[in-house]
């Protein structure tokens, strides 16, 4: 089949890749969003999907909009027969789906119709799940609410971060891509209604919803931590400045410590929550580089007084 694959961050790369070196498929252009700036000294870079594409020879769509009138007129020039989707990161109007003649498919990071939204990985870790996944399903006007036509499971690890969570389901998840778009190929492969039961929702989560909660239980701050690494990164307040905080270890033998009490010793460093205190792994204060736990502690003289609010 002829695509066009629209995608943008690192996560959607294992996806272009195989479908890149499929032998079925012929990929025409891929659609990304606009260059954007990154790193410290902010430098508008190409996002890692027109990356690669361009390694390839691949045309590059970078449409402000996706219901731009020139770039509907060019994605109908294309002829595409499908537009595989992971990651693109923006939504598609009615007049877009309309174009490939076996519409737009997309990659999802959940087991549908669970975590339909923006952040489906961060969400499963936030709120304990021990399955998660990946869906491939038609997209309609209403947001991850098509039909579904592939699913691959994945268990979540006692210790993932949402980072290393979805570097698996990136890579799974194109096998599954792949064999989807084969199966509508070939007439094979029907796409079934989500249940009605069941659905959730996984909106972005933003700088402040990363902001740790002391008083909440242990396993609710370990939770929150590796749902937000790497990515917006929970944090804390000391001393009045902000203090990033990578994965923690629950410390359930630990002596009890008050809801933000900080017990430091000469390698470890122990936080009070609601329930038994959490270890801190590493730290990084705000305008410093990334640490462990204990350096942070000797280097800030960390007093039986010093709490993080």
Not at 33 to 54: F, I, N, T, Y
Not at 117 to 137: K, M
Not at 232 to 255: D, E, M
Request: glycine residues 10%.
């Amino acid at each position: 089949m002829r695509l066009v694959f629209a995608g943008t961050p690192e996560t959607a790369l294992p996806s272009l890749r195989t479908l890149i070196d499929s032998p079925r498929h012929e990929v025409v252009a891929v659609v990304t969003r606009p260059d954007a700036q990154s790193g410290r000294g902010r430098r508008v870079h190409p996002s890692p999907v027109a990356e690669l594409a361009e390694e390839a020879g691949i045309e590059v769509l970078r449409p402000e909009k996706a219901g731009a009138p020139d770039f509907l007129d060019r994605l109908a020039e294309l002829k595409p027969d499908c537009c595989p989707v992971v990651a693109y990161g923006a939504l598609l109007p009615q007049a877009t789906l309309d174009v490939p003649r076996l519409g737009w498919i997309n990659l999802h990071f959940s087991i549908l119709p669970a975590w339909r939204g923006a952040a489906p990985v961060q969400h499963a870790i936030l709120h304990g799940d021990e399955i998660t996944g990946a869906s491939t399903f038609q997209i309609v006007k209403e947001l991850d609410a098509g039909p579904v036509y592939g699913v691959v499971t994945e268990p979540i690890r006692p210790d993932d971060t949402s980072g290393a969570l979805l570097d698996r389901l990136a890579v799974s998840g194109a096998e599954l891509l792949a064999a989807t778009l084969d199966g509508v190929e070939d007439g094979t492969l029907e796409a079934r209604p989500q249940p009605r039961d069941g659905i959730s929702v996984a909106p972005k989560i933003n700088v402040a919803d990363a902001q740790v909660d002391w008083t909440a239980p242990a396993m609710r701050v370990d939770r929150l931590v590796r749902a937000c690494t790497p990515g917006p990164g929970a944090w804390s307040t000391f001393r009045g400045q902000r203090v990033k905080l990578g994965p923690v270890r629950l410390a359930p033998s630990a002596g009890p410590l008050p809801p933000g009490a900080i017990a430091a010793g000469k390698d470890t460093v122990l936080v009070g929550t609601a329930t038994h205190p959490v270890e801190l792994g590493e730290v990084q204060p705000q305008g410093k580089r990334l640490m462990t736990a204990g350096a942070w502690a000797r280097g800030a003289r960390v007093g039986g007084d010093d709490r993080f609010e």
